[in-house]
């Protein structure tokens, strides 16, 4: 499963039709059954009833939860998730964490995130691994991270704007 950064939800389809539509595409599954898993899991990111909205009329809290049950739709064997907490607010990206945490437990599926965010890297990750110039430069566990020695990961996460990182 994949939550996209810009949630990529489509906007002609309702809330519903936009979580069942890998359901729709991919299997053989009749359509009350389709429906309830459209239920189900938007019942998992805490959204009941909204099924006959339009992505127009949602947060982008709320956008990102109905991304993220049309990604768990189709049972996924691993979640990818791109950007998760970019564009909301601090306490929405922390209920998105929790959620991410909650999805990981529940689903027992191999998570990757891609993320620019060090406060939900270090909530949500095992380990971390950081990149520079299309290379990994470090990888641990967030506390190891923290105390790396690598003036680049040092210079990213404290957001210093003097550092080897130069070319932005």
């Known amino acids: 499963g994949m939550l996209f950064q810009g949630t990529a939800l489509f906007d ?23 429906k309830e898993l459209v239920k189900e899991n938007l019942a998992k990111v805490g959204l009941i009833g909204i099924e006959s909205l339009m992505p127009y009329e949602l947060s982008g809290g709320m956008k990102k939860r109905v991304g993220l049950a049309r990604a768990i739709a189709y049972r996924p064997d691993i979640m990818l998730y791109d950007e998760p907490s970019t564009g909301i607010d601090p306490i929405r990206a922390d209920a998105i964490n929790d959620l991410v945490i909650r999805m990981k437990k529940e689903l027992k599926v191999a998570t990757l995130i891609i993320t620019h965010d060090m406060v939900s890297a270090y909530k949500v990750a095992d380990r971390i691994g950081m990149l520079y110039a299309g290379q990994i430069i470090e990888m641990g566990s967030p506390e190891e991270i923290k105390n790396s020695n690598n003036q680049v990961v040092q210079q990213f996460i404290h957001g210093r704007a003097e550092g080897p990182i130069k070319n932005w």
């Open 12 to 34: 002609s389809m309702t809330v519903g039709q936009n979580v069942g539509f890998g359901l729709e595409r991919y299997t053989d599954f009749p359509q009350e059954e389709i």
